[in-house]
T-cell receptor, first 114, second 115 residues
Framework: KAGVTQTPRYLIKTRGQQVTLSCSPI?????VSWYQQTPGQGLQFLFE???????NKGNFPGRFSGRQFSNSRSEMNVSTLELGDSALYLC?????????????FGSGTQLSVL | GESVGLHLPTLSVQEGDNSIINCAYS??????FIWYKQESGKGPQFIID?????DKRQGQRVTVLLNKTVKHLSLQIAATQPGDSAVYFC??????????????FGGGTRVLVKP
């Protein structure tokens, strides 16, 4: 069974640009969450999607957005990129959104903003 | 747990010894806890989980202990191997019940296994 797949693996952008990251969950998993990982702040929750609806949102500005498609695949978008957005963006999937569901992570997309 | 950023606490362990990694969590209402292992260039890998109605759970070579009184979680790795070298994170799910997954991660502990 394939794991969580994230594309692209690496991305370099400049300030002011926007970026879209993609995530394909484990087959059968319908909940997708996104996390940002930086050396300074560690792992921080961005948002969670289930049935194409955002169910939970972390404390990030509106420049960070996401969506989920009917096949459970998800994308996240960051607009007007800032240097501080440089990070590893991780996607995680689970069968359903519940507090005791195991989350499985992909390898992430490493975003560098110059 | 609180993020300690670049200065991750490091645990150096001799190959074959047991490792104990500690974590303090923040929310007394959290009811589900997970330990993850992250190797360089990879995403966090699920190791073991525990619900708040338990105080101990064992897996293959790993044991998680939960002390709700002092909000403390620990991961014990038996007979540590070179492949166990990684950063270990504890995470608590403090999402509202049935509202979904929202993990709060600790800052991580780096484990270095010496041959």
């Amino acid at each position: 069974k394939a794991g969580v797949t994230q594309t692209p693996r690496y991305l370099i952008k400049t300030r002011g640009q926007q970026v879209t990251l993609s995530c394909s969950p484990i087959s059968g998993h319908r909940s997708v969450s996104w996390y940002q990982q930086t050396p300074g702040q560690g792992l921080q929750f961005l948002f969670e999607y289930f049935s194409e609806t955002q169910r939970n949102k972390g404390n990030f500005p509106g420049r960070f957005s996401g969506r989920q498609f009917s096949n459970s695949r998800s994308e996240m978008n960051v607009s007007t990129l800032e240097l501080g957005d440089s990070a590893l963006y991780l996607c995680a999937s689970s069968l359903k959104p519940a507090t005791n569901e195991k989350l499985f992570f992909g390898s992430g997309t490493q975003l560098s903003v110059l | 747990g609180e993020s300690v950023g670049l200065h991750l606490p490091t645990l150096s362990v001799q190959e074959g010894d047991n490792s104990i990694i500690n974590c303090a969590y923040s929310n007394s209402a959290s009811d589900y806890f997970i330990w993850y292992k992250q190797e360089s260039g990879k995403g966090p890998q699920f190791i073991i989980d525990i619900r708040s109605n338990m105080d101990k759970r064992q897996g293959q070579r790993v044991t998680v202990l939960l002390n709700k009184t002092v909000k403390h979680l620990s991961l014990q790795i038996a007979a540590t191997q070179p492949g166990d070298s990684a950063v270990y994170f504890c995470a608590e799910n403090n999402g509202v019940r049935a509202a979904g997954n929202k993990l709060t991660f600790g800052g991580g502990t780096r484990v270095l296994v010496k041959p």
